[in-house]
């Protein structure tokens, strides 16, 4: 009797058993032809999007007989960020999806990518319009303020860029304002030299320093550093035309090397009438490390000479000389996180000037000797959607000779400077809120000017992310 209990037992077992197992055999076979069903779905709409492709290739090549599609571009000669902007990673993609389809649908190369920035602004000063127009910098420059109070419109700027072919890049940066259309930049760049190299030429903004490289609306305040205005203009040395030869050689750290042929338009430093062909020249060297995993050190070294012929140096009075303005940039950046940054900067500017000056009216000139420095420093801390800057900037760090004949020209113990505050709120990456308080001491004779800007920066448009 127990024996057959013990073999009834197993027969009902080897039953359940059975009946199980077929049941987990049958559920692993549904789950293999469902998955089966859906990869072959997957296939079918990947073979669609490629056919898709395929024949957006043939219409183009049919369109455009004598047009390549683009070959990858030369290696970018700006460093390596470790540090993204916020911006970049978006325009990085967006840029990625207009290879592909353009803004309506066609090529990148009939397509050029266009962007608008606005930059507006309400300006408050304790001096009255005519006190901001005339004030200059005694010693320095002539050239007084851009800027009224109450509603301004600085410029609205209009930016192309487009791949010409795969040997060449074009891009325009053409600034609107009240007074007119100008062609601030407008400028071929090699994508398929060799080694390293590359070249620009057109009308651009040159790489002597930081500050010059870029448009006022990327600047991390509303106006530009004393130095700059003092020994270059209100906007530094701007747009001008000539030719640009960089090289980025394979080394453990990143370096750009540079040089360039300019018209020499500028016209505080030098002047259209100073000579009929190029007068202007720069050398430059770029280079950058890691110093932690969330920062990065930027610096370099650079010198802008050429021959001077202007008025706009001393009142009433004509200057022929040769100039050197030679340079130092430095920029630190730490960025632990998308949402909160710091970055300090800093550059020293040193003029030399040898040659004469002449009042007008007159025949005599007198022997100049211009030796002039100056600098900022300057920080901003992200937090957020929020920016907060300061910035200090000073004339005559080191060096306030200007003498004519032999005589020294300039007051003693008065020192232009000028203190910045400025707090910034970014609703997105295409809109920028800016409040502004400056202390400008810079006159050497007359009142301080004590000014409020709220600024106003809107962007649309694909436009290129922003240098280091």
Known sequence: MRQLTCFLSVAIFCMFSTSAFAKSVEERLNALENTLKSQAKTIEEQQKVIDSLKEEIAKQKSQEPLQKSPEPQQASQEPAQPIEEPQQKAQEESSLSAKVSGFFGGSVLSNPNISLVLDTYYNASTLKNNDLQNRGISGYTTQGLDQRNG?????????????????????????????????????????????????????????????????????????????????????????????????????????????????????????????????????????????????????????????????????????????????????????????????????????????????????????????????????????????????????ALFADTFKQAGVQQQPSGSTPWRATGAIEFNPSEFTRIRLQYNHDASSRFGSNNDQAILQFLFGIGAHAAHNF
């Open 151 to 395: 509603f301004n419109l600085r410029e609205a700027e209009f930016f192309i860029f487009a791949p010409v072919d795969p040997y060449f890049n074009l891009y325009a940066n053409i600034p609107i304002t009240t007074n007119g259309i100008s062609i601030e930049e407008a400028y071929a760049v090699t994508t398929s030299l060799p080694e390293g190299f590359q070249v620009k030429g057109g009308r651009f903004k040159s790489n002597f320093s930081r500050l010059d490289a870029q448009h006022p609306h990327a600047w991390d305040f509303f106006d530009i550093a004393l130095p700059y205005r003092a020994f270059l203009g209100n906007e530094g040395l701007g747009g001008e035309n000539g030719v640009q030869l960089t090289w980025l050689p394979s080394l453990p750290v990143y370096t750009l090397l540079g040089a360039e042929v300019l018209q020499g338009e500028n016209d505080l430093l030098f002047g259209q009438d100073a000579r009929s062909g190029p007068h202007a020249f720069t050398f430059f060297a770029k280079s950058s490390f890691e110093t932690s995993d969330n920062s990065t050190f930027y610096f370099g070294p650079s010198v802008l000479f050429g021959t001077t012929k202007n008025t706009n140096i001393a009142p009433g009075s004509e200057v022929d000389a040769s100039s050197a303005l030679y340079g130092m940039e430095a920029v630190w950046k730490w960025k632990p996180s998308r949402d909160e940054g710091l970055t300090l900067q800093s550059e020293y500017l040193l003029l030399d000037q040898n040659g004469s000056i002449t009042s007008l009216g007159t025949l005599n000139p007198n022997s100049l000797q211009r030796r002039q420095d100056g600098f900022y420093l300057q920080g901003i801390y992200q937090l957020g959607r929020w920016r907060f800057g300061a910035r200090y900037d000073m004339l």
